[in-house]
């Protein structure tokens, strides 16, 4: 039934996103739908896509590191990440949980950029 859910939501954003390109949140969530279906290559178009749409979208940069951490690209993943703090993102609590960061745990760099964000009092 999830599986069946998820399939009618993609093609619905699908429909939307051919009529409108440009649609920002239809393309964040076309690009989150995808990465959960195990879809990397489209939730990482769909993410490269939304930073050329909202460039200064500190969280649309995090999802595109996200995605290339999953591709375990991960000098292109730590790039990104960066800009995205540079942006403004800085939930330091769900970066050292989420499991799309896996691949860059283990890295000096990933470390260095958590501990540069600070903690929720």
């Given at each position: 039934m999830e599986r069946e859910k998820a399939t009618f939501e993609i093609e619905f954003f699908e429909r939307?996103?051919?009529r409108c390109p440009d649609y920002a949140e239809v393309v964040e969530v076309l690009g989150g739908l995808y990465t959960r279906q195990g879809r990397i290559d489209d939730g990482l178009k769909m993410d490269r896509k939304l930073v050329r749409l909202e460039p200064e979208n500190p969280y649309a940069h995090y999802n595109l590191a996200c995605s290339l951490a999953?591709?375990?690209?991960?000098?292109?993943?730590?790039?990104?990440?960066?800009?995205?703090?540079?942006r403004g993102y800085n939930d330091r609590e769900w970066l050292l949980r989420d499991p799309d960061m896996e691949s860059l745990r283990h890295?000096?760099?990933f470390r260095k950029l958590a501990a540069a964000l600070k903690p929720e009092p």
């Amino acid at each position: 039934m999830e599986r069946e859910k998820a399939t009618f939501e993609i093609e619905f954003f699908e429909r939307v996103l051919r009529r409108c390109p440009d649609y920002a949140e239809v393309v964040e969530v076309l690009g989150g739908l995808y990465t959960r279906q195990g879809r990397i290559d489209d939730g990482l178009k769909m993410d490269r896509k939304l930073v050329r749409l909202e460039p200064e979208n500190p969280y649309a940069h995090y999802n595109l590191a996200c995605s290339l951490a999953l591709k375990n690209r991960q000098r292109e993943a730590l790039r990104k990440l960066r800009e995205a703090i540079n942006r403004g993102y800085n939930d330091r609590e769900w970066l050292l949980r989420d499991p799309d960061m896996e691949s860059l745990r283990h890295l000096p760099e990933f470390r260095k950029l958590a501990a540069a964000l600070k903690p929720e009092p």
